[in-house]
């Protein structure tokens, strides 16, 4: 499912007109991102949960050449699925 398919869905269940559907998916996104952009956590109960964690610098391969390169210390972002969730897809 991509974005518009996703959107249409949002829409098509909560009776909400398709402009309103993505004002409310980008409103969403947009507010995760960021909360994930100052370090918060977000957990939406019977979801999951959204954080973010660093990842240490390290070493690695070029494939291509086999040269060894530094990759250089970064965050991600996590999402831990809920138990809801989880037991739903089962």
Do not use: C, Y
Not at 78 to 89: P, Q, R, S
């Amino acid at each position: 499912m991509n974005k518009t398919e996703f959107i249409n869905a949002v829409s098509e269940q909560s009776g909400l007109s398709k402009v309103d559907s993505k004002k409310a998916v980008e409103a969403f996104i947009q507010t995760i991102s960021n909360e994930m952009k100052e370090g918060g956590k977000i957990s939406l109960l019977g979801f999951g949960s959204f954080s973010t964690t660093e990842k240490a610098a390290r070493k690695g391969v070029n494939p291509k050449t086999k040269e060894v390169i530094d990759i250089p210390a970064r965050k991600v972002v996590k999402f831990k699925a809920g138990a809801e969730l989880t037991d739903k897809i089962k």
